[in-house]
């Protein structure tokens, strides 16, 4: 959990940088029912988010890896 706290706050820290700069922007529909002072928080929040459930998803893949790994070395050992 502490890591996927991390990975969406810098997330959301650089989609906020990006934001402010312009460099990413709402479109349509979006953008003409966020009001437009709101547009970087938005877009901020939206990265962090998304980062959120990229981390949980990465982090699942590691967990399913790691029990796996345990698994086999189990039944290895209690085949011999």
Not at 13 to 19: S, V
Not at 46 to 65: K, P, R
Request: charged content about 10%.
């Amino acid at each position: 959990m502490l890591c996927m706290g991390v990975t969406s706050t810098i997330a959301g820290l650089a989609g906020h940088a990006l934001a402010s700069q312009g460099v990413f922007v709402l479109v349509e529909p979006l953008a003409s029912r966020v009001p437009s002072d709101r547009h970087v928080a938005f877009i901020a929040t939206g990265w962090a988010h998304s980062a959120s459930y990229l981390a949980g998803f990465v982090g699942g893949l590691v967990l399913m890896q790691r029990i796996w790994k345990a698994r086999q070395a189990a039944a290895r050992r209690a085949a011999v």
